[in-house]
């Protein structure tokens, strides 16, 4: 029998509740690990003292009569590895092994005194040399690697559980269930005449064992748009997924809907799945074409009571669902569903293809219209700007600035929170922090908070540092001992200030490259497509040199990363040639480079698999120069488990160290937290290599790019002008069309 640290808890806390957290906690993992214990020790015993003393009084008021059904319990649980323990210590004393009763000082003992009396000193290494080690290797080995095995899985114990809570997680219920289980069809009628504001006072989030949040104010105020930032892996999405399952109190009439994973691609057309996404809508609709079909055949009946009753009922209930369907506007339906795929990127055409048929990034845009379509009381996106490009990101920007409801948005997204944000959130140390406006606005104002903060922690270390002075000087002076305990007093009045928290800055660092000639990479009237009848590119022509700095921008399947694919020679031109200096070497940073990392190993054993030949402090020092840091244990946990962000960071690492001439950079700022894209924008200005990008940033193109290039409509030509006049004529273009 199997037995875990949850269920020796559960056990405790059953039998006596009430009983401290921490105490349930280290008894648990105590009896699990009984390797721990002194050989003599009855780790059941130690348990009960433990337990007889930490018990409420709640508990004891009931006698040692659960005490003991728990012992016993416990007892049969771990019969087996208690069995095992034993044998183990009976093997050991066996083998000659003795415990002491009592600490011996070898320097007293008799032996130690007539070896001492010789007046010579002893050379134990020459008694020693030529006798044989009664050290067993094998067995020392073998007890090392148990110990190594036990540290790694102390420290990997939290990643453990979180890693549990995602495969948990992952097992959830269809799209159609869940939505029912957390909005159910009576919530909306439940909804009128409340207040859909959302005021949590204390709210603790935690992910596995470790703490997300404590003692945490969760403040939503309906109507208003909400950016939540904090750093990589400080649990912004773990605190949207416990809102959405409503694992942290929301109200029950407010409806909630989450977009965080791409749909699920089968027959469906793209129009029909977003029809679908309102599930009461669907369901509604369902039961209206029953209750016809069961008026009709009723009305063929004759005028029977019974009949007519259930005409009555039918009729009723028909009535009620024509209502709710009124109410929904679920007429109107089909024609916002295509205002909202339009909208997105999706033609006529792509709006009636089967959502097998979309790739991933395609798919995710289909969830996240889903979400606009239902409009939920609550809604909560997670990086929308991820999966969709510079034209799908202006619309939804301005899209959102009329949404209805509350929404709750984590984004990296400088640009997309000014243009969205009405608030910002800043998630860090196991808090919330709320600040009016946008970005912009939050910067300014937490900038000159902290500024404040520092002043006045300084200022009131100065004063002590002045009192204390005048304390240490004249303290046993008869003349100032008076003044002397004045300023003692003062100094046990003053509050104590905490030093205020000190932003941490990041910085990636890129090899600095050699010189080569011109021309360095170009393109000459190239035409490519993947077939001869499907040409995506025409006639293009591009030159790329070390003090290239060109952001390319447009349309998903415009054709942008086939483009990069042709410069590094992945595909081959229709027609036109590829030119390449002979000693280029081209760094390219895949927008899906998470499937080119190996997810088992460590980001140390990645790199050096990719490039042997170095220490492993070379390797961690270089992942050091991307944030990659050993103080977190991050270059020792195997790359699967560790956050977008991180991952993002490997990615560069190994990039750098491949001494590019020239980046191309396919949506480099996916994943980023704010610190890493700034980092990342610093590391690139000061390169004197040529970068390339394509990206959705408008921060990142403004503050990197010196040329705006479009590639559209099989074409590709500098724009004159910059991302936001960009953004601004793609906004009225779809607004013109019908």
Same mark, same amino acid.
């Given at each position: 029998?199997?037995?875990?640290?949850?269920?020796?808890?559960?056990?405790?806390?059953?039998?006596?509740?009430?009983?401290?957290?921490?105490?349930?906690?280290?008894?648990?993992?105590?009896?699990?690990?009984?390797?721990?214990?002194?050989?003599?020790?009855?780790?059941?015993?130690?348990?009960?003292?433990?337990?007889?003393?930490?018990?409420?009084?709640?508990?004891?008021?009931?006698?040692?009569?659960?005490?003991?059904?728990?012992?016993?319990?416990?007892?049969?649980?771990?019969?087996?590895?208690?069995?095992?323990?034993?044998?183990?210590?009976?093997?050991?004393?066996?083998?000659?092994?003795?415990?002491?009763?009592?600490?011996?000082?070898?320097?007293?003992?008799?032996?130690?005194?007539?070896?001492?009396?010789?007046?010579?000193?002893?050379?134990?290494?020459?008694?020693?040399?030529?006798?044989?080690?009664?050290?067993?290797?094998?067995?020392?080995? &073998?007890?090392?690697?148990?110990?190594?095995?036990?540290?790694?899985?102390?420290?990997?114990?939290?990643?453990?559980?979180?890693?549990?809570?995602?495969?948990?997680?992952?097992?959830?219920?269809?799209?159609?269930?869940?939505?029912?289980?957390?909005?159910?069809?009576?919530?909306?009628?439940?909804?009128?005449?409340?207040?859909?504001?959302?005021?949590?006072?204390?709210?603790?989030?935690?992910?596995?064992?470790?703490?997300?949040?404590?003692?945490?104010?969760?403040?939503?105020?309906?109507?208003?748009?909400?950016?939540?930032?904090?750093?990589?892996?400080?649990?912004?999405?773990?605190?949207?997924?416990?809102?959405?399952?409503?694992?942290?109190?929301?109200?029950?009439?407010?409806?909630?809907?989450?977009?965080?994973?791409?749909?699920?691609?089968?027959?469906?057309?793209?129009?029909?799945?977003?029809?679908?996404?309102?599930?009461?809508?669907?369901?509604?609709?369902?039961?209206?074409?029953?209750?016809?079909?069961?008026?009709?055949?009723?009305?063929?009946?004759?005028?029977?009571?019974?009949?007519?009753?259930?005409?009555?009922?039918?009729?009723?209930?028909?009535?009620?669902?024509?209502?709710?369907?009124?109410?929904?506007?679920?007429?109107?339906?089909?024609?916002?569903?295509?205002?909202?795929?339009?909208?997105?990127?999706?033609?006529?055409?792509?709006?009636?293809?089967?959502?097998?048929?979309?790739?991933?990034?395609?798919?995710?845009?289909?969830?996240?219209?889903?979400?606009?379509?239902?409009?939920?009381?609550?809604?909560?996106?997670?990086?929308?700007?991820?999966?969709?490009?510079?034209?799908?990101?202006?619309?939804?920007?301005?899209?959102?600035?009329?949404?209805?409801?509350?929404?709750?948005?984590?984004?990296?997204?400088?640009?997309?929170?000014?243009?969205?944000?009405?608030?910002?959130?800043?998630?860090?140390?196991?808090?919330?922090?709320?600040?009016?406006?946008?970005?912009?606005?939050?910067?300014?104002?937490?900038?000159?908070?902290?500024?404040?903060?520092?002043?006045?922690?300084?200022?009131?270390?100065?004063?002590?540092?002045?009192?204390?002075?005048?304390?240490?000087?004249?303290?046993?002076?008869?003349?100032?001992?008076?003044?002397?305990?004045?300023?003692?007093?003062?100094?046990?009045?003053?509050?104590?200030?905490?030093?205020?928290?000190?932003?941490?800055?990041?910085?990636?660092?890129?090899?600095?490259?050699? &010189?080569?000639?011109?021309?360095?990479?170009?393109?000459?009237?190239?035409?490519?497509?993947?077939?001869?009848?499907?040409?995506?590119?025409?006639?293009?022509?591009?030159?790329?040199?070390?003090?290239?700095?060109?952001?390319?921008?447009?349309?998903?399947?415009?054709?942008?990363?086939?483009?990069?694919?042709?410069?590094?020679?992945?595909? &081959?031109?229709?027609?036109?040639?590829?030119?390449?200096?002979?000693?280029?070497?081209?760094?390219?940073?895949?927008?899906?480079?998470?499937?080119?990392?190996?997810?088992?190993?460590?980001?140390?054993?990645?790199?050096?698999?990719?490039?042997?030949?170095?220490?492993?402090?070379?390797?961690?020092?270089?992942?050091?120069?991307?944030?990659?840091?050993?103080?977190?244990?991050?270059?020792?946990?195997?790359?699967?488990?560790?956050?977008?962000?991180?991952?993002?960071?490997?990615?560069?690492?190994?990039?750098?160290?491949?001494?590019?001439?020239?980046?191309?950079?396919?949506?480099?700022?996916?994943?980023?937290?704010?610190?890493?894209?700034?980092?990342?924008?610093?590391?690139?200005?000061?390169?004197?290599?040529?970068?390339?990008?394509?990206?959705?940033?408008?921060?990142?193109?403004?503050?990197?790019?010196?040329?705006?290039?479009?590639?559209?409509?099989?074409?590709?030509?500098?724009? &004159?002008?910059?991302?936001?006049?960009?953004?601004?004529?793609?906004?009225?273009?779809?607004?013109?069309?019908?």
């Amino acid at each position: 029998m199997n037995v875990f640290e949850s269920d020796i808890a559960e056990e405790i806390r059953s039998a006596l509740p009430g009983t401290d957290e921490i105490i349930v906690q280290y008894l648990s993992g105590y009896l699990m690990d009984l390797d721990d214990a002194a050989e003599d020790e009855d780790v059941l015993q130690v348990t009960r003292t433990i337990l007889d003393s930490a018990a409420p009084s709640s508990s004891r008021s009931n006698g040692d009569g659960q005490l003991d059904k728990l012992m016993d319990k416990l007892g049969r649980m771990l019969e087996e590895p208690l069995q095992k323990r034993a044998e183990r210590n009976k093997a050991g004393t066996t083998n000659g092994l003795v415990r002491l009763d009592k600490v011996m000082d070898l320097s007293k003992t008799a032996v130690m005194s007539n070896t001492i009396a010789l007046g010579e000193g002893v050379d134990l290494e020459s008694i020693n040399k030529g006798k044989a080690s009664r050290v067993d290797m094998k067995k020392l080995e &073998k007890q090392e690697t148990k110990l190594r095995a036990k540290i790694e899985k102390r420290a990997r114990r939290d990643l453990y559980e979180g890693s549990k809570l995602l495969d948990q997680h992952k097992k959830q219920q269809t799209y159609e269930e869940m939505f029912m289980k957390i909005n159910p069809l009576d919530a909306a009628a439940a909804s009128k005449n409340k207040s859909k504001d959302i005021h949590l006072p204390t709210i603790d989030v935690n992910f596995g064992s470790n703490r997300i949040l404590s003692g945490a104010s969760l403040t939503l105020a309906h109507g208003r748009r909400y950016g939540l930032i904090g750093r990589n892996g400080v649990g912004k999405s773990t605190l949207l997924r416990h809102i959405a399952l409503r694992e942290v109190p929301i109200p029950s009439h407010i409806t909630i809907l989450f977009v965080e994973q791409e749909i699920v691609g089968d027959d469906t057309l793209a129009i029909d799945s977003v029809l679908k996404a309102d599930v009461w809508r669907d369901t509604l609709l369902r039961e209206e074409a029953t209750l016809n079909a069961k008026l009709q055949e009723l009305e063929a009946e004759n005028d029977e009571k019974r009949f007519e009753d259930a005409r009555d009922e039918a009729q009723t209930r028909l009535t009620e669902v024509h209502a709710r369907l009124a109410e929904m506007e679920a007429e109107s339906g089909p024609a916002r569903a295509a205002a909202l795929l339009a909208g997105l990127g999706f033609s006529e055409a792509d709006q009636s293809r089967p959502t097998k048929s979309f790739s991933g990034g395609w798919r995710m845009r289909l969830a996240l219209a889903r979400a606009l379509f239902v409009k939920p009381a609550l809604l909560l996106l997670d990086e929308p700007s991820n999966h969709i490009d510079l034209n799908a990101l202006a619309w939804l920007e301005d899209y959102l600035q009329t949404w209805p409801g509350t929404l709750l948005v984590v984004s990296h997204d400088r640009a997309f929170l000014d243009a969205v944000a009405t608030d910002i959130i800043h998630m860090h140390s196991a808090r919330l922090d709320y600040y009016k406006g946008n970005f912009i606005q939050f910067y300014s104002t937490k900038t000159e908070r902290d500024r404040n903060l520092r002043k006045e922690y300084d200022t009131q270390m100065e004063y002590r540092k002045h009192l204390q002075a005048f304390i240490d000087r004249w303290r046993y002076n008869a003349n100032r001992a008076a003044q002397a305990q004045s300023k003692i007093k003062i100094l046990e009045k003053l509050p104590e200030l905490t030093p205020p928290e000190v932003d941490e800055t990041e910085t990636f660092k890129f090899p600095e490259t050699e &010189k080569i000639s011109p021309p360095v990479l170009q393109l000459n009237e190239v035409t490519f497509g993947y077939t001869p009848e499907r040409v995506l590119l025409k006639g293009i022509n591009f030159d790329v040199g070390l003090d290239s700095r060109i952001a390319i921008v447009g349309p998903n399947g415009a054709g942008k990363s086939t483009l990069i694919k042709l410069l590094i020679g992945d595909v &081959k031109p229709l027609a036109g040639h590829v030119t390449q200096n002979g000693r280029l070497r081209i760094g390219y940073f895949a927008q899906h480079h998470v499937d080119n990392l190996i997810p088992t190993m460590s980001p140390v054993q990645f790199l050096a698999s990719k490039f042997p030949g170095k220490t492993e402090q070379e390797y961690r020092s270089h992942l050091g120069n991307f944030q990659i840091s050993g103080m977190t244990g991050q270059v020792l946990q195997v790359i699967g488990t560790l956050s977008g962000g991180q991952k993002s960071r490997v990615a560069f690492a190994l990039l750098s160290l491949q001494r590019p001439h020239v980046l191309l950079l396919d949506e480099p700022t996916n994943h980023l937290d704010i610190e890493g894209l700034d980092a990342l924008m610093t590391a690139l200005k000061t390169w004197n290599g040529g970068v390339i990008v394509i990206s959705h940033d408008e921060r990142f193109i403004t503050t990197v790019a010196k040329e705006l290039w479009v590639c559209a409509d099989g074409t590709f030509s500098q724009f &004159k002008g910059d991302v936001q006049a960009y953004k601004s004529l793609i906004v009225s273009n779809v607004k013109a069309k019908p």
